[in-house]
């Protein structure tokens, strides 16, 4: 069965470092998203990718977290400088196309502590 | 604006026993509404959604929820619940424009006693 995979699942740093989400979505899923899920409340979206370009981005913490998608298949996250409140899980899911209809399929998440 | 609220943060019940799990909506434009379960250190799986026609649905496990527009409700029921429906789960609102934005509300922990 397909499924969307994330590495690392557990990433600890310490603040002011830089970390690194990979995750690779279903094969043949134009859509990526990505989630943060702070302990305790809903995932909220960050960033949505169609292909390779950001369709939105206003959740997304520019000053400090980027996002990338080159070849429209697997995306990048990353934060830098990390800080203590971005300590939470990372969601990555994808669907085939960003309609309203179609299934986000989730990841398994990567939870970071930042200390 | 959207906004979702799940009412009660921990649902205690005994096994066998019926589960139900509260989910109010607030939307300027009729949403369509999703019900994720989601396992300890996995990711969310979905249960259910409603977009259009039937309001009551039916998903895996056994769930089902009814859209209430009266209520601004979505609650998900379960008749009878196993020890392995022990989870968090969330409920969610999208929007059927160009936005198309999943907003989850803050998700109930079910914990199922033997």
């Known amino acids: 069965e397909a499924e969307v995979a994330q590495s690392p699942r557990y990433k600890i740093t310490e603040k002011s470092q830089a970390v690194a989400f990979w995750c690779d979505p279903i094969?043949?899923?134009?859509?990526l998203y990505w989630y943060r899920q702070i302990l305790g409340q809903g995932p909220e979206l960050l960033v949505q990718?169609?292909?390779?370009?950001?369709?939105?981005d206003s959740q997304l913490p520019k000053d400090r977290f980027s996002a990338e998608r080159l070849k429209g298949v697997d995306s990048t996250l990353k934060i830098q400088p990390a800080e203590l409140g971005d300590s939470a899980m990372y969601l990555c899911?994808?669907?085939?196309?960003?309609?309203?209809?179609?299934?986000?399929?989730f990841g398994p998440g990567t939870r970071l502590t930042v200390l | 604006a959207q906004s979702v609220t799940q009412l009660g943060s921990h649902v205690s019940v005994s096994e066998g026993a019926l589960v139900l799990l509260r989910c109010n909506y607030s939307?300027?434009?009729?949403?369509?509404l999703f019900w994720y379960v989601q396992y300890p250190n996995q990711g969310l799986q979905l249960l259910l959604k409603?977009?259009?026609?039937?309001?009551l649905v039916k998903g895996i496990n056994g769930f089902e929820a009814e859209f209430k527009k009266s209520e601004t409700s979505f609650h998900l029921r379960k008749p009878s619940a196993h020890m392995s429906d022990a989870a968090e789960y969330f409920c969610?609102?999208?929007?059927?424009?160009?936005?198309?934005?999943?907003?989850f509300g803050g998700g109930t922990r079910l914990m199922v006693k033997p």
């Open positions: 939307s300027s434009v009729p949403p369509y």
């Open positions: 969610a609102v999208r929007l059927n424009n160009a936005g198309n934005m999943l907003t």
């Open positions: 990718f169609q292909d390779e370009s950001v369709v939105d």
């Open positions: 899911a994808s669907s085939l196309v960003g309609g309203a209809l179609n299934e986000q399929f």
């Open positions: 409603y977009t259009t026609g039937a309001t």
């Open positions: 094969s043949g899923h134009a859509t």
